[in-house]
């Protein structure tokens, strides 16, 4: 089984942006815990970070033929971007929405997720552990 795991814009900053809302826990640190989990069940995962919407979409098309699924935070670009929502529907790979926080308790324009069209679940406000979570989803619970 091979996961591929996207996150967007500001994801990097983990630990430093809004602790409030998205700990304390680093993006080095998420990294971590999603390759020990995999490695513990034997999945092959392929961790991806960018803060261009493109180059998300671009890594999205790369996982047609080569990925078994998809767990994808957008960050903001959740309620803005149809690019990545096209480009999810277009490798019709199984793909899992997953936010760090509540956000359906946030600010109103968080309320919208283009991403969620494409997505068979979508997982918030379970912290970090929602990417594993997401991979168990795709692995073992569909």
Do not use: W
Not at 35 to 61: A, P
Not at 91 to 99: D, K, Q, S
Request: hydrophobic share 35%.
């Amino acid at each position: 089984m091979k996961i591929l795991v996207i996150n967007g814009p500001n994801l990097n900053m983990l630990g430093i942006r809004e602790p409030d809302h998205y700990g304390k826990e680093t993006y080095a640190d998420l990294c971590e815990k999603i390759e020990k989990h995999c490695k513990n069940k034997n999945i092959e995962v392929t961790l991806y970070q960018s803060n261009h919407e493109g180059d998300l979409v671009d890594e999205i098309q790369k996982a047609y033929g080569n990925a078994d699924g998809i767990v994808i935070n957008p960050g903001a670009y959740t309620h803005t971007s149809i690019a990545i929502l096209d480009a999810v529907k277009s490798v019709n790979i199984p793909t899992v929405e997953v936010h760090i926080s509540k956000v359906e308790e946030r600010e109103d324009f968080r309320q919208v997720s283009y991403i969620r069209l494409a997505c068979i679940k979508t997982i918030t406000g379970h912290g970090t552990d929602g990417y594993l979570e997401a991979i168990d989803f795709l692995t073992e619970g569909r």
